[in-house]
């Protein structure tokens, strides 16, 4: 039983070592957002980071960090289920939580190609300009990291010539 102890002492520091981070990032990303300032980053060498850092079967939540990426759209977006996307949000402490239904994939210059979650405003603003190959300069939130790379919540997009 004193294994037992130990165990539940060191997971309880745990978390109140990771909540004390995770709440430093959400205020970063907070700040970040009001002033726009969103982290550009690119892709390819960004996915391969992620997949590194976090190993496959597990997931590292990313408190909405702001980023901007350039990519392809490579499939308009569709609606799924999104509870998860909605946990992550809400553990973020992210107010007022976006309405997010959509998912849709990206191709990186290095042909990679992701999935990342689309808001519902960058929804019908996707629809209507940008077609399919199509490359944009994404805004988004980096919401956690899993074995395939980050992933990301589309808010806002510029289209790139």
């Not at 077609?131 to 919401?143: M, N």
Request: proline letters at 4%; glycine letters at 8%.
């Amino acid at each position: 039983m004193h294994f037992v102890s130990k165990l539940l002492l060191f997971a309880t520091l745990f978390i109140a070592i990771d909540c004390q981070a995770a709440l430093a990032a959400q205020a970063r990303a907070t700040v970040g957002a009001q002033k726009g300032q969103f982290k550009t980053v690119e892709l390819d060498s960004f996915i391969e980071q992620e997949k590194k850092v976090v190993g496959k079967g597990k997931r590292l939540i990313r408190m909405a960090e702001p980023v901007s990426f350039q990519a392809r759209v490579k499939r308009h977006p569709e609606e799924r289920p999104m509870s998860y996307v909605y946990e992550v949000l809400e553990l973020a402490g992210v107010k007022p939580v976006p309405e997010v239904g959509h998912r849709m994939f990206v191709e990186s210059r290095g042909r990679r190609i992701i999935p990342v979650y689309v808001e519902k405003q960058a929804v019908a603003r996707i629809g209507k300009e940008l077609k399919e190959g199509k490359s944009a300069r994404f805004l988004g939130y980096h919401l956690y990291s899993y074995g395939k790379g980050p992933a990301i919540l589309v808010v806002d997009f510029v289209g790139v010539k």
